[in-house]
Nanobody, 122 residues
Framework: QVQLVESGGGWVQPGGSLRLSCAAS????????MGWYRQASGKQRELVAI???????NYADSVKGRFTISRHNAKNTVYLQMNSLKPEDTAVYYC????????????????WGQGTQVTVSS
């Protein structure tokens, strides 16, 4: 069982920045990959960014160049640095874990956090 707890969400004006954190209850070194998803009101959940335990990353086209995912294995924490935020980034952001390569390549996370709200508006 993996518990994931997100923090760092809030309200920010367009063009601003936020850093989300995801603390895991287990050593993330043993988890193949970690990801961030988001779900806007009335829309499907979408993958935002993913990072493997080898450091490889992938991003949704809509956030490339603005968001950066990173992991601190000693702290069992994954981060999502979000810069140049836009109103369309408003959503609940969820942390996820892919325990195996199979779950990673099938984009089927094994565990989810409870989510943190990010609101971008003036």
């Amino acid at each position: 069982q993996v518990q994931l707890v997100e923090s760092g969400g809030g309200w920010v004006q367009p063009g601003g920045s936020l850093r989300l954190s995801c603390a895991a209850s287990v050593s993330i070194s043993s988890i193949y990959a970690m990801g961030w998803y988001r779900q806007a009101s009335g829309k499907q959940r979408e993958l935002v960014a993913i990072i493997t335990n080898g450091g490889s990353t992938n991003y949704a086209d809509s956030v490339k160049g603005r968001f950066t995912i990173s992991r601190h294995n000693a702290k069992n924490t994954v981060y999502l640095q979000m810069n140049s935020l836009k109103p369309e980034d408003t959503a609940v952001y969820y942390c996820s874990s892919y325990e195996t390569t199979r779950s990673y390549y099938s984009r089927a996370p094994g565990y989810w956090g409870q989510g943190t709200q990010v609101t971008v508006s003036s």
